[in-house]
């Protein structure tokens, strides 16, 4: 291997924990936060030069997009597990059939995902009871978005490679190279062209396709088991069982965990366009603090798999332990700091006072204990990390989706409690009681681990 490849990778078998979780981490981590940062960029162009009813409908959507799109990117998930754990054995052959699985597996995820979401697009916004005054204008965003899905799946699984072998630094730099793309097209389209939402959606499309040619490009000019060859494109049947047991209890997990958003967001959208904006804005915000977080939570996804690999399970349990510890503190930080600029942030958004009010409202509820929902998904990427992809679904589907709606089906009917705030009680509620349910199955993985060990 070359000394140029070796300086794209991390190896979590060996070392000081903290600066190699840091090293795969903080990349991550600005990656996310670029993302959301253009995200950020589309909604404030759109607010400020489209008007309320074009935000509220770019808001009123993200929760079925990651309703569509979650079971595919879950499919990324288990494929950045199995390529670590095969990473981390040195098995290479494994290595370079997981390669290629995962990219035409991405093709096909984006094809799928198109049809699916241009066809479907007027019937789940009505399910949705997206307000009238937006529905035309969200209906439209949708389907130009879902035109070119299949760049952003090409991203996500080529990223995923990428981060298998603790490569995080290049998926940033094509993120922040893509995204300035996109805030550049974004004021073209709306402010000269005019295009409202679809001008949003057409420049995210453009800039998807950036960012997944990019990918494509480094993958191509790997050396070793991580090289991509266009015509070695197959989809190895043995490597694609094993992504789908751990993608697709992943990806299951993330689309129950939309469609309870997507239920939560039906309620809010209830309330009227000012609220459904005032949320969007502030739920934009937050995910700032979660992607800060759930950097750690990836490290730790991929710590794990590669030392299962390596049969280094005591790093597993070291890694855990400072991951947990960064998402804290992270999640201390970040979220108190947006509860006391909360208005300023909001301000960015919209200068409307009610909207702003209503994103206050989510924020002081959410933010200061957003480091729970942190600590919640490190602990539940671990134990999918070792190969358990079915018990942190099954919990998260009982802890986290189950108690939401059981809380929308009954406390939030009782008429004193009928508000909009009710309804963000639920996060902190729900992801106290699964964080603790996740640890509790975590010592029962490395239980079972610390059982065959003896064995052998």
């Known amino acids: ?131 009238p005054e937006v529905f035309d204008l ?6 130009v978005y879902f035109g070119g899905i299949t760049a952003s799946m090409v991203y996500n699984f080529g990223s995923a490679i990428l981060r298998a072998k603790g490569d995080t630094r290049r998926p940033m730099y094509y993120l922040l190279f893509a995204g300035v793309i996109n805030v550049i097209l974004n004021l073209i389209f709306v402010i000269f062209f005019k295009m409202d939402v679809a001008g949003v959606a057409l420049a995210t499309i453009i800039s998807q396709c950036i960012s997944a040619t990019l990918v494509i490009r480094a993958l191509m000019k790997e050396d070793g088991a991580f090289h991509l ?63 800060s977080m759930n950097g750690f939570a990836q490290g730790a996804l991929t710590f794990s798999s590669q030392n299962l690999g390596a049969g280094r399970l005591d790093r597993v349990k070291k890694a855990v332990a400072v991951s947990e510890l960064a998402v804290l503190v992270a999640g201390l930080l970040l979220g108190g700091t947006v509860f006391l600029f909360r208005e300023f942030f909001l301000g960015l958004y919209s200068n409307n006072p009610a909207v702003i009010a209503a994103g206050s409202s989510r924020i002081s509820i959410i933010c200061l204990l957003y480091f729970l929902c942190g600590m919640m998904e490190t602990t539940a990427n671990t134990v999918r990390g070792l190969g358990h992809s079915l018990l942190p679904m099954i919990v998260s589907i009982a802890g986290v989706c189950g108690i939401r709606l059981l809380w929308i089906a009954t406390i939030f009917q009782i008429p004193q409690f009928h508000t909009f705030e009710v309804l963000f009680y639920s996060y902190p509620v729900t992801w106290t009681i699964t964080l603790l349910s996740h640890a509790l199955c975590l010592m029962v993985v490395f239980r079972k681990y610390a059982r065959e060990n003896s064995k052998n």
């Open 229 to 291: 060859n266009l015509r070695r494109l197959r989809i190895e049947r043995g490597i694609l069982i094993q992504v789908i047991k751990i993608g697709v209890p992943a990806g299951f997990q993330g689309m129950v965990f939309s469609l309870s958003n997507v239920v939560i967001q039906s309620s809010i959208n209830s309330f009227g366009a000012q609220v459904v904006a005032g949320s969007s804005a502030a739920g934009n915000i937050e995910g700032f603090i979660y992607t």
């Open 138 to 143: 969200a209906s439209l965003y949708l389907k």
């Open 1 to 131: 291997m070359s000394a140029v490849a070796k300086t794209h990778q991390i190896d979590m078998t060996n070392g000081a924990i903290l600066p190699k979780l840091l090293s795969f981490s903080i990349p991550l981590i600005f990656s996310s936060a670029l993302q959301l940062l253009f995200n950020a960029a589309d909604v404030i162009v759109v607010g400020r030069f489209a008007g309320e009813n074009s935000l509220a409908a770019v808001g009123a959507t993200g929760a079925l997009i990651n309703l569509m799109v979650n079971l595919f990117v879950g499919l990324s998930v288990g494929t950045n597990v199995v390529t670590a754990h095969f990473f981390g054995a040195g098995r290479d052959n494994e290595v370079e059939q997981s390669v290629h699985t995962a990219v035409l597996v991405s093709l096909y995820s984006g094809i799928i995902l198109t049809v699916v979401g241009i066809v479907g697009t007027r019937f789940i916004l009505q399910f949705m009871q997206v307000p």
